[in-house]
């Protein structure tokens, strides 16, 4: 247990489907993260929310849309995805302003586009 | 942030301490060593990091050549549950940044019997 939590877990969804992705965390921190995982490659970061601000958007396709509506939640929008976006989807978070702070990842949600 | 290299895989022993190296030559005088580990499936969990000094908390140590161009990550008595992909990650520490991390492929580190 980390003090992330991600739902749902596992998740199916058709390529017409809208579907969101939560997390949720409880350490006080100020800054989350989106990461993804595909097979057989590193994890790459999408997106990243500095005091409920979006600072960093990787190049991700407009069908992810994030969504930091205060700084315990994040959220990812899905909709109208492709196979190839069947992934590990991670959450993360931190502490800003301090220096040799860690973060803090959820456990995923292992998502497949059919 | 800077480039670092890993070894691919590794064999460990259940009781024996495993060595975890990490080549790191082009790291910036303001980066920090991070090692993560994730176990399959699961999301990466923090071990341990440094600037310059040598660490050490209840997981693991962590030594950092004087150069800092190298260092290793040592899990003194692994375990089957130690079995995971380890990550070494140089980070710039600025105050009031985001924590980002570029993930390269690390070391899968396999504890057998």
């Known amino acids: 247990e980390t003090g992330v939590t991600q739902t749902p877990r596992h998740l199916v969804m058709g390529m017409t489907n809208k579907k969101s992705l939560k997390c949720e965390q409880h350490?006080?921190?100020?800054?989350m993260y989106w990461y993804k995982q595909s097979a057989k490659k590193p994890l790459e970061l999408m997106f990243v929310?500095?005091?409920?601000?979006?600072?960093e958007n990787n190049s991700v396709p407009s069908r992810f849309s994030p969504e930091c509506p205060n700084s315990s939640h994040l959220f990812l929008h899905l909709h109208t995805l492709q196979p190839e976006d069947s992934a590990l989807y991670l959450c993360?978070?931190?502490?800003?302003?301090?220096?040799?702070?860690?973060?803090?990842f959820g456990q995923g949600t292992r998502l497949t586009v059919v | 942030d800077a480039k670092t290299t890993q070894p691919t895989s590794m064999d460990c022993a259940e009781g024996r301490a495993a060595n975890l190296p990490c080549n790191h030559s082009?790291?910036?005088?303001?980066?920090?060593v991070y090692w993560y580990r994730q176990i399959h499936s699961q999301g990466p969990q923090y071990i341990i990091h440094?600037?310059?000094n040598n660490e050490t908390n209840e997981m693991a140590s962590l030594i950092i050549t004087e150069d800092r161009k190298s260092s290793t990550l040592i899990l003194p008595h692994a375990t089957l549950r130690d079995t995971a992909v380890y990550y070494c990650?140089?980070?710039?520490?600025?105050?009031?940044?985001?924590?980002?991390?570029?993930f390269g492929t690390g070391t899968r580190l396999q504890v057998t019997l």
């Open positions: 993360a978070s931190s502490h800003l302003g301090q220096t040799g702070t860690e973060a803090f």
């Open positions: 350490l006080g921190h100020n800054a």
């Open positions: 929310y500095s005091l409920e601000e979006r600072v």
């Open positions: 082009t790291i910036s005088g303001n980066e920090y």
């Open positions: 440094g600037l310059k």
């Open positions: 990650i140089l980070r710039a520490i600025n105050t009031g940044t985001a924590s980002k991390l570029t």
